[in-house]
């Protein structure tokens, strides 16, 4: 009887602890080093992206930066991926604010979705905003779709 029991438990702790890591793929979907948004509008911006991750497996991390470390924004996304996201398929969107640039990274299945033609979609969306916060929003909605 109490073989089954431990059997029991260690099945139900695996269980558990493959939905954890299921779950938590991304950490942060906001990355804002510059305080540009409030803590509800990244939280509202957050919601929007991890809603967007577990719905179509796909993360969308956008950030907000304005230091690459001599890096383009470009090999900044690249060099970024790994540690903003564990998922396989994902987008990591930064806009160097103090260039005025901005560049993307897709890694997995994000690549298909996110061809260049649709991300450019998303960043005449973002630039048409007159916010950070409204074009932040913009992205993630045209991500739903």
Request: charged share 20%; aromatic share 12%.
């Given at each position: ?5 431990i059997?029991?438990?260690f099945?139900?702790?695996l269980?558990?602890s ?28 957050s ?13 969308v ?7 690459t470390?001599g890096m383009s924004v ?6 970024s ?10 987008i990591?969107i930064a ?12 890694a ?14 998303m960043?005449?969306?973002y630039?048409?905003?007159e ?6 929003k ?6 739903e779709?």
């Open positions: 009887m109490t073989k089954k029991i059997a029991l438990f099945a139900l702790l269980c558990l493959m939905m954890i890591s299921a779950a938590a793929y991304t950490e942060d979907y906001i990355v804002d080093t510059e305080n540009i948004f409030t803590q509800s509008e990244i939280s509202e911006l919601s929007q992206a991890q809603m967007i991750e577990n719905t179509y497996g796909v993360a991390v956008f950030c907000i930066i304005s230091e470390d470009t090999e900044f996304c690249e060099t991926y790994d540690a903003l996201t564990d998922s396989p398929d994902g990591v806009h160097n604010i103090s260039e005025k640039v901005y560049s993307w990274y897709c997995g299945q994000a690549e298909k979705i996110f061809t260049d033609a649709v991300v450019d979609n960043m005449t969306l630039d048409e905003n916010s950070y916060f409204g074009g932040v913009a992205v993630l909605t045209m991500s779709n």
